[in-house]
């Protein structure tokens, strides 16, 4: 028997590709994305996170951010176990 006819698909019989649209993962990430962006946006233009940047940036008060020290010229300083502590009590 003989088959005429190829039958590799050539350019001239493939279907029809149908307009693609976006996969799930996509929209996901560009949701997520827009999220992040909002997010972001947000917090540069809140007055309270811009302080906060301010205060971890200058180096005097990250290093007792770091250390959960304080300054010397901080009177109410708390070391961590007592913070804990008083956090433990809280908590209860």
């Not at 279907?15 to 649209?21: D, N």
């Not at 008060?61 to 804990?84: E, K, P, Q």
Request: charge should be negative.
């Amino acid at each position: 028997m003989h088959i005429t006819g190829n039958a590799t698909p050539t350019a001239g019989n493939l279907p029809a590709r149908a307009a693609s649209a976006p996969s799930a993962d996509s929209t996901r990430i560009k949701s997520d994305v827009d999220a992040a962006r909002n997010t972001a946006l947000s917090a540069l233009n809140n007055d309270r996170f811009r302080v906060m940047l301010e205060q971890i940036i200058d180096p005097r008060s990250s290093g007792a951010l770091m250390t959960m020290g304080a300054d010397s010229s901080d009177s109410a300083a708390t070391d961590l176990n007592t913070a804990l502590s008083r956090y433990a009590e809280n908590s209860e």
